[in-house]
Every structure is written in structure tokens, then in C-alpha cells.
């Protein structure tokens, strides 16, 4: 089979495959060693008090290892003026691994797959960009100022604490990912039906937890990412908030503990760039508002973790004209499960 014989196959095949793919994943990640170890989130999930989309601020012990392993659906709403070609649904997998450099510095590996379907066109597969992160963990006591995070401030001790948390988030992505992918037809899928960008991306942030009160912790985030120009076309920057409410509604001790998470999650993204068609595409980016609650169930040293996410107010770029973008969605639902040792 020829080069391009293989790229079709890839194109609008496997989505059996995939979720072979995943569920080896997942096996991996319960049983560590066992198996070789676009937009989708990472469900950075260990401790008490840990969001599901937006970004703790805790890190990791000193020499502390997470794991994880996450799918997102999203279903996206059709239109009769995008027939016969409506995008119809996204999957992301993501395998994500964590390690304490120190009790103030985690890194992070974030791994995805990704299936993006479009009707008549068919199935787009493949691994997707491979992702580092590192956060750079501090706290503010009223009693002693600020200070970087020590043994006792990791997330695996996190308790109700008079201290503020906070992180600052410096990440790149590497282009590793499949971007030539072709339709049933041979014909090659647009950059945003990719599971790869073709090139690097840029994120930077930071993220504050606090504990109000005992059983109620608040997280708030803020992110930007920053996409570079390949093969004369650019996707949008995203610049994120997020602020997430977790709250204990049964704890056992040592044994497990159920938590209610809800997230108000705004995302506004730049408009694309194609030098093809002269500069900025204007129907492309805009600002969207998720509301998304979820339910977060610990018991060491796992994590399981359900979160809906509905598109609640918009403001897109020549709405009428977009289909299958941020914000079309019918709901995006993610699962996601961790462990750290």
C-alpha cells in the first residue's frame, strides 16, 4: 500500500480502533508498566478540592507521580446551509503523566488521540500534539507572607488552611501529531478537522485555590494560548477563565469522599489566519461561556471524575456562518480518572 493509500485508510477509518487504543490507555494507567504508556482538556484531578476543567493550583509532593486518563465527547448541532458536510461529533483522549521535580514545581506530559467525524466526509484519526506543562507552586500565609510550596503544601495534604495557593503555568506544545489526514474522497480534511496543528503552541498562566471554609474550596484560572503560523495558515489565540466551586458532600475518612464541582468556564478565541483567502477568516473565533457541573469521586490514591459542559452565551464571529466551532456545541461531556503515588 502506497503512502497516500495509507493516509486515506487513516482518514476515515478506525473508530473501533480508537477506542481499542483507549481502553489500553486506561489499562495502562490502573496497572503502570503493563502497556506503553483537537482541543481537549487535561482534568489535572489529585487531592481534596480539585476542579475537573480548570487548573489547580497545587502541587505535587516531592517526587509524587500522577496519572491520568481522559475522554471528551462533543456533539455538535447541525445545519441545514453546511448539508451535506456538518461536522457531527469530536472525541479527545488524553493520557497525562505528573511528576514532583519539587513541592513547589510540577511537570507535566500530556498525550492525546483524537476522532473529529464530519458527515459525507467521514472520520479524521490520529494522535494528536504532544503536550508539556510546568507549574511553579507558592502560597500566601497571612501569618508569614508569600512563600513557595513545601511538604505541606501539596495537594496530596491539602486541607481546610488559611493559606492561599497559587501557581504560575508555562507550557509548549510539539507538533507530533497527525496533519495531512484525507477525507473518504482523497481529498485532504481542513487544518481544523487535523488532529495535529503542524505547529507549536505556547500556553501561559496562572491559577489561585483557596479553601473558604471546611468542605468548600474555590479555584481560578487564567490561560492563554498561543498558535504559530505554519504553511501560511494560523489558528486563533484562546485566552481562558475559569472558576470552579468544589464542595464535600460525603467523606469516609482514608477510605473515599464524593465532591459537587461547578465550573463557569469563558473562552474567547482570535480569528483564524489563512493566507489563502486574505488575511483573517472572518467567520472564525468568538467568546463563549460554558456553565458545567460535575460530580468528582476520590478514593486513594484514584480519582474519578464526571463534568457536563453547556455553551449557556456566545458571541461568534458571523455565528450564522460557523458550524461545528467553540460554542455550537450541544454539550461537551468529559470523564476523566487519576491516581498519584
Known sequence: MGEKEMRKEKGHGGRRGSYILFLAAMWGLLFPGSTLAHHGGVSLGYGPGSPVEAFSSLTLPEGGVFTMARVEQVEYRKYHWAEPENKDAFTFYTLGLGYGIKPYLTGFLFLPYTIKTQDHLGTSYGGGDAKFLFSLGGNYDPNKGFGLNRAEDTAITFEATKKTYFALILGSSVPTGESHNEDRFGEEFERGMQPGFRS??????????????????????????????????????????????????????????????????????????DEAAGGKVPNSGGTILYLSPGLRYNFPPFSLALLLKFPVAKDLNRQSEQQGAEGLESFRGVLAISAFF
Open 200 to 273: 507549536p503552541t505556547l500556553t501561559v498562566g496562572a491559577s489561585v485555590t483557596r479553601s473558604l471554609f471546611h468542605g468548600f474550596t474555590v479555584v481560578g484560572d487564567v490561560l492563554y494560548d498561543v498558535f504559530f503560523k505554519k504553511d501560511d495558515f494560523k489558528f486563533g489565540n484562546e485566552f481562558r477563565i475559569d472558576l470552579a466551586g468544589i464542595y464535600d458532600i460525603y467523606t469516609k475518612p482514608g477510605v473515599s469522599a464524593l465532591e459537587a464541582v461547578l465550573e463557569l468556564n469563558l473562552l474567547h478565541v482570535a480569528k483564524d489566519e
